[in-house]
């Protein structure tokens, strides 16, 4: 899918300052973009008026050269999938079925064979069908995790949008989240945007990288590219270096800029 943000710009009223300012990027079909930025910066708010979730004051957000914002609910979920931070599960519901209710875009009253079907396979991709009767909140971090990526795949989108999918999780289910990522982009072709706070995890996982500061973007490009220690003391005031270890970029954080001498 050809997904592009045009000059967007989003203030939760006009009264107040732009939460995002003139943000235009596309992400790269069948690729992990990672949104990057110091807290504030208006990562989440990005990915929120990805989907309309936020309506932005100015600009733009296409999809397949069709506008976001003048589709409905049910076409915006047949292309967006959407994983928000710190989503509440319903208590009493199984996996299966928090799973299927991904579906309720897709279909009135009773689901199809073909519905169940899919929500099988969501369940064993994600290797959770033996919790697939298993209550939602009865389930590790790591495994609700998963779930709520399976109720968004459930959906069948073209592109996957997702909030912070790591946090709180032990390095354990990270990287198992991250492995999911991975698998989706390359095996389903499927466009992936995450918002991470860990540099060193998006050096891992991205493809693509878009990095915010103080609301616009101030870069975006391949990553082993941009991330420089220059752009870390520009974004998180932090002096850092960045190391090769096993072939892969690492980067180390030494100390604050208000600590320099």
Known sequence: MKFEIEHLKFAYKKSTPLILD???FSLPEGKITVIMGANGAGKSTLLKCLNYIHRPV??????NGKNVGKMSPKEVASFIGYVPQNTQLSPGLTVWETILSGKNSCFRGKP????????EKILKNLALEKYAFTDVCSLSGGERQRVLIGRAL???????????PTSNLDLRYQLEVMEILKNIS???NMTVAVVIHDLNMALQIA???VVLNKNKIVAKGIPDE???KELILEVYEVKASIIEVSQRKLVVPEKLRQTFH
């Not at 459930?154 to 912070?164: C, W």
Request: no cysteine; proline share 3%.
């Open 186 to 188: 390359t095996q389903k």
């Open 207 to 209: 493809d693509y990288m």
């Open 112 to 119: 199809s064979s073909d519905d169940l079907a899919s929500v």
């Open 58 to 63: 100015e600009g733009s957000v296409l999809a």
């Open 154 to 164: 459930a959906q069948e989108p073209e592109v996957i949008l997702l909030d912070e």
């Open 22 to 24: 003139d943000v235009s």
């Open 226 to 228: 941009i991330l420089t």
